[in-house]
């Protein structure tokens, strides 16, 4: 398992470092905008007697994408986390300084923030959705749901993209963007399946509705650094237990 590292206050002033942090405002302002915003649609779509189902597998289909290709594009500038989850995970994993990791999370958090009072005053103040439990859903339900949805999305990060040894070179930013579309849909009836506190957190400060945020912070918070234990201490395997070829 890697240390965690703690970086040095010189990071601050790194023009490497400034870019990277100005590269996850950037792509999570854009990934928040995509994503609420075909929230707001498929809202508006139920609201009009529309398919609840068809406006869920839109919304998913929309977080699926943006996820791909965002993570795609930025990947070079900052590692596209454009998640605070992600962010903590890969610090917890040793690929990330805690300094680089604090100042990716306020980024995060102001580029959500931005994209949700824009999105509210280009719909003319139209109610921003927020992620919230299901009918029937309790609290802790919903810590474990959120768990669940967010190690997966680290587990499919560090087998499809972070592994070297992963059969999937290239293609891991559009894994996971399906993987963010699939629990999308899976936790519709659930949570919603934030697996991210970004996301949730700037339609909840746009709408000024906080009621259970709490859990789409702890659980993500919690579920992403466990897939990462998991994947290291499980499925990381060191070169010097790796199998060696036979000779035919």
């Known amino acids: 398992m890697p240390k965690i590292a703690l970086g040095h206050r010189r990071e601050a002033s790194d023009p490497g470092c400034l870019r990277a942090v100005l590269g996850e405002l950037v792509l999570t302002f854009l990934f928040v905008f995509v994503g609420v915003g075909s929230a707001i649609v498929g809202g508006q779509a139920v609201a009009a007697g529309g398919d609840t189902s068809a406006a869920l597998i839109a919304v998913a289909l929309g977080h699926a994408l943006v996820v791909a290709v965002f993570a795609t594009a930025g990947f070079h500038i900052s590692g596209a986390h454009m998640n605070p989850a992600v962010t903590l995970s890969l610090a917890v994993g040793g690929h990330i300084t805690l300094i680089r990791a604090g100042f990716f999370v306020l980024a995060q958090m102001l580029g959500s923030s931005l994209a949700c009072i824009l999105l509210r005053a280009l719909t003319g ?79 909840a400060l746009a709408s000024g509705n906080w009621a259970n945020h709490w859990v789409y912070w702890v659980g993500p918070l919690a579920g992403g650094p466990l897939a990462v234990a998991v994947y290291e201490f499980i499925f990381t395997v060191p070169a010097t237990h790796q199998q060696l070829p036979t000779v035919e």
């Open 125 to 203: 103040g139209l109610v921003t959705p927020v992620h919230a439990l299901a009918a029937g859903v309790g609290p802790i339900q919903g810590v474990v749901a959120e768990v669940v949805f967010t190690f997966t999305l680290l587990f499919t990060i560090y087998a499809a993209i972070l592994d070297p040894k992963s059969s999937a070179p290239g293609f891991g930013p559009l894994l996971t963007g399906l993987l963010v579309g699939a629990n999308t849909i899976a936790g519709g009836a659930l949570t919603g399946a934030s697996m991210n506190p970004a996301r949730s957190f700037g339609p």
